[in-house]
């Protein structure tokens, strides 16, 4: 590839973005390493990542830079190599979110360490998009997003709860202690299921390591919390199809909440597939109506995926406060893989190239209506005063 193409290409597109090649801007970009152009212009946003991670290029503000680019729709100019394309193509036919390759997501991701995350995350170890209507923190919006779950689910004492992809436990938790629910949560984590065990221990709630095709039980409530992403365009049928076999048939309901994409893809960016989240794929709306259709009635789709961007920020500012320690155990290509993860995913949220949905479906709907919550509350000293009467009617 001719260099000097391959630098006044990216340049120019750069200048498209308003992004000055070592400028003053915190989102303007600094080279350090010439090679930088042909491998962008050649691998794309695998090609970005991988030598952001190897030092070749630097930024004051990734997820301003990420912004950018984002809304300048670079990705459609520089197409990445014939490779992806192919990869691509097969994706379409071939099921890489098999049983078996499920496991890779917990291996690579979710069993990194629970030291890494509980310096990241909010004290109760959500790992999922926090609700930031009325917080001014991280473990506000937390907080609010696990209250307005369960008031959306309707939850009741005595009821039976599958949490699928429970993570840490934190749902669980709090369902059961403040909603006299008894929950099963199931993960395939092994330090989240070890973890949320311990978090949900001497409560009503049971913490599997389970795959979710494998459950065969009657619950009055399934909820998933950023679960979704990991299932694959292939298994969007059977995981509709296995939550709808798992619930009662009277006035059971199923909350699903998941990022979302605006363009229905069959493989998510090269760069998180590969560094991040092996095999995942993020769905689009067109992609869960076609898998819920005959199966469900949709009864509220409430999109608040700016929110993700403030919760990727909250957890960036975590992870740099605890970096002097957490570089005992991890090295500085991880720092700097963790930084771009965090930064430009924040970005996909503020140029609002992802959503973040919470999809509430029932088996045959709610007779008279459902009235979702948007949870107008205030949050003081951690403690929830819920403005709005209670939903939830006997």
Not at 39 to 52: F, I
Not at 102 to 121: R, T
Not at 202 to 219: G, H, M, T
Request: net charge positive.
């Amino acid at each position: 590839m001719n260099k000097k193409f391959a630098k006044k290409f990216i340049l120019d597109c750069m200048d498209s973005c308003g992004i000055t090649l070592n400028g003053n801007n915190p989102w303007d970009i600094h080279i350090n390493n010439e090679e930088f152009y042909s491998r962008v212009l050649r691998y794309g946003s695998l090609g970005l990542g991988e030598s952001y991670m190897e030092g070749w290029w630097d930024c004051q503000h990734i997820d301003q830079f990420m912004d950018r680019v984002i809304k300048a729709k670079i990705e459609n100019i520089i197409t990445g190599s014939k490779m992806l394309m192919f990869k691509l193509m097969l994706l379409k036919f071939i099921n890489i979110q098999t049983k078996e390759k499920s496991l890779e997501v917990g291996k690579v991701h979710y069993d990194l360490g629970n030291d890494l995350f509980q310096a990241m995350l909010d004290k109760r170890m959500n790992y999922t998009c926090g609700y930031w209507k009325n917080a001014t923190n991280l473990d506000d919006a937390q907080l609010a997003k696990l209250e307005l779950v369960c008031q959306k689910l309707m939850l009741k004492p005595g009821m039976r709860v599958l949490d699928i992809g429970c993570g840490f436990g934190a749902l669980a938790k709090y369902a059961a202690e403040n909603y006299g629910v008894n929950v099963v949560g199931v993960t395939i984590s092994q330090e989240q299921c070890e973890y949320a065990k311990k978090n949900c221990s001497n409560l009503p709630v049971e913490i599997r390591f389970q795959d979710y095709r494998d459950i065969n039980e009657k619950f009055d409530r399934v909820v998933s919390l950023g679960m979704f992403e990991h299932v694959g365009h292939l298994n969007y049928p059977t995981y509709m199809k296995t939550v709808r076999q798992n619930l009662k048939d009277d006035d059971s309901i199923f909350l699903l909440h998941t990022i979302g994409n605006n363009i229905s893809y069959v493989a998510s960016d090269e760069w998180i597939t590969k560094y991040i989240f092996p095999n995942g794929i993020i769905p689009s709306i067109s992609q869960i109506a076609k898998a819920t259709e005959g199966l469900f009635v949709m009864e509220d789709w409430h999109n608040f995926g700016a929110d993700y961007d403030k919760t990727l920020m909250g957890w960036y500012a975590n992870f740099e406060n605890s970096w002097s320690s957490l570089n005992k155990k991890y090295d500085q290509r991880f720092y700097r893989m963790w930084r771009y993860y965090l930064l430009s995913c924040a970005a996909t949220f503020r140029s609002r190239a992802n959503q973040l949905w919470q999809i509430v479906f029932t088996k045959e709907g709610i007779k008279g209506g459902y009235q979702a919550p948007r949870l107008d509350m205030k949050v003081k000293n951690n403690e929830i005063n819920v403005k709005l009467n209670s939903l939830i009617q006997a």
